[in-house]
């Protein structure tokens, strides 16, 4: 623009940029301070150029996600019981300098830097740098604002006020912080159990109704849904073959037999009512692929309980044995095998991070009141991504962009494009909260959380958090059955134009 000026403060620097084309470019150099993470300048700073497609959201996103890991690895060192022993040379747990904490706290009774104590001072740090974020994000939907530099920038300073939570929380009396905390837990760890279902379940959903958009125009999409399905009960197939042979035994494990026979009943009953006419009827769309998704999480679910129960002992033969866990043959001083256990974590914490990104993302893209809008989309074209679509096209009326008169000659001026978030940034750290308690009380054994170790974990299990991942199985079960049987409530008017109206009026027609 002629006559354009640009306003620089002192600690700007400028360099001009080679000519191109007779236009004078200048580039601005951000000064010291705000490079080194203190300022407001994003993090795309610190990624190299040749990394365009790592923009300013998914790199704050990457950044939160690595914090949310390094904190939940810090609890696990915490409460490993090996490393306490090996690295301080304590088997009862770090102690507090008993006259720094008497000079620094007053308190006489010090409280232990390792075991569950510790987990839940640094998961209510944690938690409450979330929780914080998430409330003073509220209503944010431009990336030009001002508040959200509070989500992309500020690094090192928002670390250092995450470590004085941490640190704060450690200065806590333990019977000022188990009894409250341990309950505030408990709530959000189960919401966030919940958040999981209702994320897996549209997943499930928006999978099945975009792919049988596309397997109503071209038998291509057909096969990719055939074939797709096919692969999904495959690996649930084979998922209850394993656990059939490496968590039953003929002399016991009858609970164990019981759990996984239901579970498979709950699998068939799921599939035969997806493509019962009754329901394909109030939902055309309704199909195997997503009964199959269902089936294979509800595996994994069952996986991850029969995993995380203590294991159950008998005598044969006069012998004491132990059964019920793979690797577990005697009642000998073994140590038993953890690799399953351990592979259930990490598919526990995969499915964490996906919540948190996903529910962001569906907040900003449905509102609010995404988990219900998630579910009545209809998609118009199939395409290869199986999730929701990137944006959701605005309502006509009222409230939709005015006509332009007829006897306007010129267009008028283009609207300022507003930079949108790509997910809420609110949803995102609300989300990391509830992660924050879920994974503070799965590592704590949920309800018996004295006493709570990283390796009893792994090894010798818990009833509680066992009943707590069946208890999630039956909610995945009766949350899938409710979208199917949920039209049957309000009775929508099907299509008239579905060829299974169609036939279904064409028989009446014939019945009269």
């Given at each position: 623009?002629?006559?354009?000026?640009?306003?620089?403060?002192?600690?700007?620097?400028?360099?001009?940029?080679?000519?191109?084309?007779?236009?004078?470019?200048?580039?601005?150099?951000?000064?010291?301070?705000?490079?080194?993470?203190?300022?407001?300048?994003?993090c795309?700073?610190?990624?190299?150029?040749?990394?365009?497609?790592?923009?300013?959201?998914?790199?704050?996103?990457?950044?939160?996600?690595?914090?949310?890991?390094?904190?939940?690895?810090?609890?696990?060192?915490?409460?490993?019981?090996t490393?306490?022993?090996?690295?301080?040379?304590?088997?009862?747990?770090?102690?507090?300098?008993?006259?720094?904490?008497?000079?620094?706290?007053?308190?006489?009774?010090?409280?232990?830097?390792?075991?569950?104590g510790?987990?839940?001072?640094?998961?209510?740090?944690?938690?409450?740098?979330?929780?914080?974020?998430?409330?003073?994000?509220?209503?944010?939907?431009?990336?030009?604002?001002?508040?959200?530099?509070?989500?992309?920038?500020?690094?090192?300073?928002?670390?250092?006020?995450?470590?004085?939570?941490?640190?704060?929380?450690?200065?806590i009396?333990?019977?000022?912080?188990?009894?409250a905390?341990?309950?505030?837990?408990?709530?959000?760890?189960?919401?966030?159990?919940?958040?999981?279902?209702?994320?897996?379940?549209?997943?499930?959903?928006?999978?099945?109704?975009?792919?049988?958009t596309?397997?109503?125009?071209?038998?291509?999409?057909?096969?990719?849904?055939?074939?797709?399905?096919?692969?999904?009960?495959?690996?649930?197939?084979?998922?209850?073959?394993?656990?059939?042979?490496?968590?039953?035994?003929?002399?016991?494990c009858?609970?164990?037999?019981?759990?996984?026979?239901?579970?498979?009943?709950?699998?068939?009953?799921?599939?035969?009512?997806?493509?019962?006419?009754?329901?394909?009827?109030?939902?055309?769309?309704?199909?195997?692929?997503?009964?199959?998704?269902?089936?294979?999480?509800?595996?994994?679910?069952?996986?991850?309980?029969?995993?995380?129960?203590?294991?159950?002992?008998?005598?044969?033969?006069?012998?004491?044995?132990?059964?019920?866990?793979?690797?577990?043959?005697?009642?000998?001083?073994?140590?038993?095998?953890?690799?399953?256990?351990?592979?259930?974590?990490?598919?526990?914490?995969?499915?964490?991070?996906?919540?948190?990104?996903?529910?962001?993302?569906?907040?900003?893209?449905?509102?609010?009141?995404?988990?219900?809008?998630?579910?009545?989309?209809e998609?118009?074209?199939?395409?290869?991504?199986?999730?929701?679509?990137?944006?959701?096209?605005?309502?006509?009326?009222?409230?939709?962009?005015?006509?332009?008169?007829?006897?306007?000659?010129?267009?008028?001026?283009?609207?300022?494009?507003?930079?949108?978030?790509?997910?809420?940034?609110?949803?995102?750290?609300?989300?990391?909260?509830?992660?924050s308690?879920?994974?503070?009380?799965?590592?704590?054994?949920?309800?018996?959380?004295?006493?709570?170790?990283?390796?009893?974990?792994?090894?010798?299990?818990?009833?509680?958090?066992?009943?707590?991942?069946?208890?999630?199985?039956?909610?995945?079960?009766?949350?899938?059955?409710g979208?199917?049987?949920?039209?049957?409530?309000?009775?929508?008017?099907?299509?008239?134009?579905?060829?299974?109206?169609?036939?279904?009026?064409?028989?009446?027609?014939?019945?009269?």
């Amino acid at each position: 623009m002629v006559g354009a000026k640009a306003v620089t403060s002192p600690n700007t620097s400028l360099r001009q940029a080679p000519q191109r084309r007779g236009v004078n470019s200048v580039i601005v150099s951000p000064p010291f301070y705000q490079v080194s993470c203190c300022g407001s300048v994003p993090c795309t700073c610190c990624c190299p150029s040749r990394w365009p497609a790592l923009t300013e959201s998914p790199c704050s996103r990457l950044f939160y996600i690595l914090l949310h890991v390094g904190t939940s690895a810090v609890c696990c060192l915490l409460l490993s019981r090996t490393v306490v022993e090996r690295v301080w040379g304590k088997a009862h747990g770090i102690q507090m300098p008993s006259g720094l904490c008497t000079h620094l706290f007053g308190l006489s009774h010090c409280p232990v830097l390792s075991g569950s104590g510790a987990v839940y001072r640094v998961c209510a740090g944690t938690a409450t740098f979330h929780l914080l974020q998430a409330v003073l994000l509220i209503d944010l939907h431009s990336r030009t604002s001002l508040r959200a530099q509070l989500h992309n920038s500020f690094w090192l300073l928002k670390l250092l006020f995450l470590l004085g939570l941490c640190a704060v929380a450690f200065c806590i009396p333990d019977e000022h912080l188990f009894p409250a905390w341990h309950y505030i837990g408990i709530c959000g760890g189960f919401t966030f159990i919940l958040l999981q279902l209702v994320l897996i379940t549209a997943f499930a959903h928006s999978w099945n109704k975009n792919w049988q958009t596309g397997a109503a125009q071209d038998c291509r999409w057909f096969f990719a849904v055939l074939l797709t399905t096919l692969g999904f009960y495959s690996m649930a197939g084979a998922a209850a073959v394993l656990l059939f042979q490496h968590y039953t035994h003929p002399a016991g494990c009858l609970l164990n037999k019981m759990l996984l026979s239901l579970h498979l009943c709950f699998c068939g009953l799921l599939s035969f009512l997806s493509i019962a006419p009754c329901i394909r009827l109030k939902q055309p769309r309704s199909g195997l692929l997503q009964a199959s998704i269902i089936s294979c999480y509800i595996m994994y679910l069952t996986f991850s309980a029969l995993s995380s129960r203590p294991p159950e002992s008998v005598i044969l033969q006069g012998q004491n044995h132990t059964l019920c866990l793979p690797g577990l043959s005697k009642m000998e001083s073994h140590t038993p095998d953890t690799s399953l256990a351990m592979m259930s974590a990490g598919i526990m914490y995969a499915c964490v991070l996906f919540a948190c990104n996903e529910a962001s993302y569906l907040a900003e893209v449905f509102g609010p009141l995404w988990i219900v809008k998630v579910y009545s989309y209809e998609f118009q074209k199939p395409s290869l991504c199986f999730c929701c679509p990137k944006t959701v096209e605005p309502e006509e009326g009222p409230s939709g962009v005015a006509a332009r008169p007829a006897d306007q000659e010129t267009s008028p001026a283009p609207p300022v494009q507003v930079q949108q978030l790509s997910y809420s940034y609110s949803a995102f750290h609300f989300v990391f909260f509830l992660a924050s308690l879920y994974v503070m009380v799965t590592l704590t054994n949920w309800f018996s959380y004295e006493g709570a170790e990283l390796e009893k974990t792994f090894t010798t299990g818990s009833w509680a958090t066992f009943w707590v991942k069946v208890a999630s199985c039956w909610a995945c079960v009766l949350l899938y059955l409710g979208l199917l049987l949920a039209p049957f409530c309000w009775s929508p008017t099907p299509d008239p134009q579905h060829p299974i109206f169609r036939r279904h009026c064409h028989r009446v027609s014939i019945a009269k």
